[in-house]
């Protein structure tokens, strides 16, 4: 996880950054991240881990399938994306 220990705006600058070298030079950067939030906001593809790929899709396909509310507990959650 690239962010481990930074603060709230440390985290939008970095993402930020991230998100414009990506759109700038039309290149795919892959991150690995537990803050669930933080993908739904600014990843394009999310896939779901867990010894092999469980799902693959957006993040609003991936948080709704089964596996992954049975994998953490979830009823609802709200992808901001």
């Not at 950067?29 to 933080?38: C, Y």
């Not at 010894?51 to 901001?80: M, R, W």
């Amino acid at each position: 996880e690239p962010v481990s220990g930074v603060d709230n705006t440390g985290l939008e600058i970095f993402y930020n950054t991230v998100t414009s070298i990506r759109d700038e030079f039309h290149i795919p950067i892959l991150l690995v991240s537990h803050d669930l939030g933080l993908i739904g906001k600014y990843a394009d593809s999310v896939v779901f881990l867990d010894k092999t790929i469980i799902k693959q899709g957006s993040a609003k396909e991936v948080f709704s399938c089964e596996e992954f509310k049975k994998a953490f507990s979830l009823n609802i959650l709200e992808v901001t994306r």
